[in-house]
């Protein structure tokens, strides 16, 4: 079973309307998330990083963690077709070895 | 500012050759370097990490190795690619300050085909 798992699979939502994405752990030992965000063709750039409970907001984006349910999701108000990209949760037990877990992604496109 | 530079930007190679991919990061003294491998499309796995020069950590066993032989510089080497190998080879910076966890950064990729 995949440690990090992603919902939805992909999502279209309209120019200007809100994207929702979704990202569950099955491992406890995970307690710091972050969003990277891949276009096609370009290595994955980090959105935001999440450790602690509740809500981190930079800018139109918006993450949530509940370290209880080991569920954090992100949140993009005011969507721009330039958010149509690849969407990857990536999660760490804290170990200083860079050794991200990344889930499946969730690809996003936003339709002008 | 801190600059990460793969080359090169894409290889084709046949089965069973050599091959090497190169990283360099500028604008960052002792940096924790990684390679990742992504297939098309698809998630991102870890495949060495290395924390000073001279020292690499391999992650997952795919034929394939990795040395640091400087402290901004990140090589990923075989000396027979498998079509198994074929993919997108990324790779990543963190700080190495000894966080408990460090947000990483990645260059823009190396896109291998292996026919």
């Known amino acids: 079973q995949q440690k990090v798992q992603q919902s939805p699979e992909s999502l279209s939502v309209p120019e200007g309307g809100m994207a929702s994405l979704n990202c569950t752990s099955s491992?406890?030992?995970?307690?710091y998330f972050w969003w990277y965000r891949q276009h096609s063709g370009e290595g994955p750039k980090a959105l935001m990083?999440?450790?602690?409970?509740g809500d981190k907001k930079e800018g139109r984006f918006t993450a949530h963690l509940n370290k209880a349910s080991l569920h954090v999701s992100l949140h993009i108000r005011d969507s721009q077709p330039s958010d149509s990209a690849l969407y990857f949760c990536?999660?760490?037990?804290?170990?200083?070895?860079?050794?991200?877990?990344f889930g499946d992604g969730t690809v996003l496109t936003v339709k002008p | 500012a801190q600059t990460i530079h793969q080359w090169p930007v894409a290889e084709i190679k046949a089965v069973g050759s050599p091959l090497s991919l190169g990283c360099t990061i500028k604008g960052k003294s002792s940096p924790n370097l990684y390679w990742y491998w992504q297939a098309t499309g698809g998630t991102l796995q870890q495949l060495f990490y290395?924390?000073?020069?001279?020292?690499v950590e391999s992650v997952v066993q795919l034929n394939l190795s990795a040395s640091r032989p400087k402290d901004d510089q990140f090589i990923l080497s075989t000396e027979k690619l498998l079509l198994s190998h074929s993919g997108f080879y990324l790779c990543a910076w963190s700080p190495g300050l000894g966080a408990s966890a460090e947000t990483l950064y990645f260059g823009s990729g190396t896109r291998l085909t292996v026919l």
């Open positions: 990083s999440i450790f602690s409970d």
């Open positions: 491992d406890r030992n995970f307690q």
């Open positions: 990536a999660a760490s037990d804290g170990t200083n070895t860079g050794k991200l877990t």
């Open positions: 290395s924390i000073t020069v001279g020292q």
